[in-house]
């Protein structure tokens, strides 16, 4: 299969199930990361994937990584630090400063593909309420962990977490499973897969299941309020 290089219509994606094995799910190449592009590319299930030195580079992976929502309830350790430490969940108070944590260097880590195009992107999507986040905060109001991600209707497509503190991105990821499960989503979105999301409960589907999932979840509202809420009763409750 020939890779495809994109041209200005923003909504002129290639079929999902044209893209590479080797490297997989690599679809497209080029463009730009405007808000109407990546809009469409998260509707049609590809997202941009690329290093500081590369052109926009468009995936859309076989297998896809989600996250099963089932009955999902948060396992006592979590909800007792978060009481013991004081600690607060909110959604959408501050975004640029979850994705910048998110870009920010981690030991052993060979680079981060949230570059600054990327930074100014998603900000522009949550300024327009297309890209949303999830903050932890300590007791002296210090942001401590978080994640970042796109809403396509009920569908969430997680893009990065962090975590200054144990278990930081943990109670952010609790915190937007409830937020979705209240919903009625069965699933949400990590794209890829990696070691550290399997042991936190992610497992692959191939894309077709993903492309349908996202086909009826896309059409449904979207759970996320719309201003700044806080989510601490969500997770100590839940």
Same mark, same amino acid.
């Given at each position: 299969?020939?890779?495809?290089?994109?041209?200005?219509?923003?909504?002129?994606?290639?079929?999902?199930?044209?893209?590479?094995?080797?490297?997989?799910?690599?679809?497209?190449?080029?463009?730009?990361?405007?808000?109407?592009?990546?809009?469409?590319?998260?509707?049609?299930?590809?997202?941009?994937?690329?290093?500081?030195?590369?052109?926009?580079?468009?995936?859309?992976?076989?297998?896809?990584?989600?996250?099963?929502?089932?009955?999902?309830?948060?396992?006592?350790?979590?909800?007792?630090?978060?009481?013991?430490?004081?600690?607060?969940?909110?959604?959408?108070?501050?975004?640029?400063?979850?994705?910048?944590?998110?870009?920010?260097?981690?030991?052993?880590?060979?680079?981060?593909?949230?570059?600054?195009?990327?930074?100014?992107?998603?900000?522009?999507?949550?300024?327009?309420?297309?890209?949303?986040?999830?903050?932890?905060?300590?007791?002296?109001?210090?942001?401590?962990?978080?994640?970042?991600?796109?809403?396509?209707?009920?569908?969430?497509?997680?893009?990065?977490?962090?975590?200054?503190?144990?278990?930081?991105?943990?109670? @952010?990821? $609790?915190?937007? +499973?409830?937020?979705?499960?209240? %919903?009625? =989503?069965? #699933?949400?979105?990590?794209?890829?897969?990696? *070691?550290?999301?399997?042991?936190?409960? @992610?497992? $692959?589907?191939? +894309?077709?299941?993903?492309?349908? %999932?996202? =086909?009826? #979840?896309?059409?449904?509202?979207?759970?996320? *309020?719309?201003?700044?809420?806080?989510?601490?009763?969500?997770?100590?409750?839940?």
């Amino acid at each position: 299969m020939q890779l495809r290089v994109l041209g200005a219509n923003p909504a002129l994606f290639p079929d999902p199930a044209t893209a590479l094995h080797d490297p997989n799910g690599l679809l497209a190449v080029g463009g730009d990361l405007s808000a109407a592009r990546l809009r469409c590319a998260y509707r049609a299930g590809i997202f941009p994937w690329f290093g500081e030195d590369q052109p926009p580079l468009w995936w859309s992976p076989d297998p896809r990584g989600i996250f099963l929502l089932g009955d999902f309830r948060p396992g006592a350790s979590l909800r007792r630090q978060l009481r013991r430490d004081g600690l607060t969940i909110s959604c959408d108070r501050a975004f640029t400063a979850v994705i910048r944590e998110c870009a920010a260097p981690r030991p052993l880590s060979l680079g981060c593909w949230i570059t600054d195009e990327m930074i100014s992107a998603y900000c522009v999507l949550h300024a327009s309420g297309d890209a949303h986040s999830i903050e932890v905060w300590d007791r002296h109001g210090q942001l401590v962990g978080g994640l970042y991600g796109v809403a396509v209707g009920l569908m969430f497509c997680a893009e990065s977490m962090f975590s200054r503190i144990s278990n930081g991105s943990k109670l @952010a990821l $609790a915190a937007l +499973r409830l937020l979705l499960q209240e %919903a009625g =989503a069965p #699933l949400f979105d990590t794209q890829l897969l990696n *070691p550290h999301l399997e042991q936190l409960g @992610a497992v $692959a589907v191939a +894309r077709h299941d993903y492309l349908a %999932a996202l =086909a009826v #979840l896309g059409r449904q509202p979207s759970p996320w *309020p719309q201003h700044a809420a806080d989510l601490t009763g969500l997770v100590a409750h839940g």
